[in-house]
């Protein structure tokens, strides 16, 4: 398969899974004869960064929970995501430490009560830092796209938000949106 243009939708990933599924991205990948494969490099408490503190409506520094990934697709680097979690919901959970999750994060979330009902998804393309450009293996003028997604549940309250890096030449975003 060609991994030259990623066709990506949010929808899999928002959605909890039964327990004996695989992740969302090894499922999308195989349903197109690809391999999408993960690994969590970081799992724990972090101080809040300025733009997840903002829309976790917290103080920037005070303690947040993140599961740090590098994605691959084939083998390649594919895309660098670090997700947020209010530190009342993730704290002591799977998801402050680096085992896989059985059917993912967002199941886990909704086992413990906290069901994403809103999702805001905000998307620049930038240039990488020299970490990102190393672990994304781009050429130095190749730019990246920048995804902020944040899920809050019914009551508006947030409960995760998500940072995603990807190649802007391997990555094509699709938004699919039902009216009325």
Request: aromatic fraction near 4%; hydrophobic fraction near 40%.
């Amino acid at each position: 398969m060609s991994t030259s243009r990623w066709v990506s939708a949010s929808l899999p990933y928002l959605t909890p899974r039964g327990k004996g599924q695989g992740d969302a991205w090894g499922a999308e990948a195989a349903a197109r004869g690809a391999r999408g494969t993960q690994r969590i490099v970081h799992a724990g408490e972090v101080p809040a960064p300025g733009e997840v503190a903002a829309l976790f409506g917290i103080a920037e520094g005070q303690p947040v929970v993140v599961r740090r990934r590098l994605i691959h697709l084939d083998d390649r680097p594919n895309e660098l995501t670090d997700t947020y979690y209010p530190l009342a919901i993730a704290q002591g959970t799977a998801l402050a430490r680096t085992a896989k999750i059985p059917g993912g994060a967002v199941t886990l979330l909704a086992e413990l009560g906290h069901v994403g009902a809103l999702v805001t998804e905000d998307v620049v393309a930038a240039m990488p830092d020299d970490e990102e450009r190393r672990m994304l293996e781009t050429a130095p003028d190749e730019p990246v796209l920048r995804l902020t997604r944040l899920t809050v549940d019914r009551d508006d309250r947030p409960i995760q938000v998500d940072r995603m890096v990807m190649p802007a030449l391997r990555q094509r975003l699709r938004y699919q949106i039902r009216i009325g």
